[in-house]
């Protein structure tokens, strides 16, 4: 995930959006590393996967 930060900053990006599977393993791992419940859901992720949970990391 370190480096996927990294690479994220490195193209101006300013946060990470995660649509994750809805398992409570998943979802913890992505809340324990500082992710949040997406302010605003994309539509085009939500419509492939409509049971994953979406988040979003302020990087």
């Known amino acids: 995930m ?7 900053k490195e193209l101006g990006a300013k946060k ?7 398992s409570k393993n998943t979802v913890n791992f992505y809340m324990h590393l500082g992710c949040n419940l ?9 419509q492939l996967e409509p049971d994953d949970i979406h988040l ?3 990087i």
């Open 2 to 8: 370190t480096k996927t930060i990294e690479k994220a």
């Open 38 to 46: 997406a302010s605003e859901i994309n539509p085009e992720l939500y």
């Open 16 to 22: 990470l959006y995660i649509s994750a599977t809805p």
């Open 56 to 58: 979003e990391m302020i």
